[in-house]
């Protein structure tokens, strides 16, 4: 007799992830980007071709969302319309940085940075999304 043990899918396992847990997870990820754009921008600016000026703008916004998208997440029960507006607002981000890479990205590190936190930001909208149909 055999026995085999299967693991879950890790695509079921990241689609099971509650929505508070999401909004919390993006909240700190766009926070640590952030953070990381407006104290390493004169770094970032030479790796990644886009400028300094740009970068703290991009990361002041990106700590002032995350704080939005943390006091929803923290909220119970999570408010529907704002998580909502946080998957379009996500949704938004990764359109923008598409365009983005498509037109200024500046080297090719920061084209290829670009295009690949877009990627990041696109699955965690779509689990977000997911969960929000599931609640």
Do not use: C, H, K
């Amino acid at each position: 007799m055999t026995t085999s043990i299967t693991s879950p899918n890790p695509s079921t396992r990241l689609r099971s992830l509650s929505l508070p847990l999401l909004l919390q997870l993006d909240a700190a990820v766009t926070g640590a980007n952030g953070a990381a754009y407006l104290l390493g921008a004169s770094l970032l600016d030479d790796v990644l071709g886009i400028g300094a000026s740009t970068l703290r703008a991009t990361g002041g916004f990106l700590v002032v969302y995350a704080v939005l998208v943390a006091a929803v997440g923290l909220r119970r029960p999570v408010p529907r319309p704002a998580a909502w507006a946080v998957v379009a607002t996500n949704a938004a981000w990764v359109a923008a940085s598409l365009v983005f890479a498509a037109t200024e990205a500046g080297t090719a590190t920061g084209t290829v940075w670009t295009v690949v936190q877009a990627a990041v930001v696109a699955v965690v909208a779509g689990l977000q999304w997911d969960a929000l149909r599931r609640s």
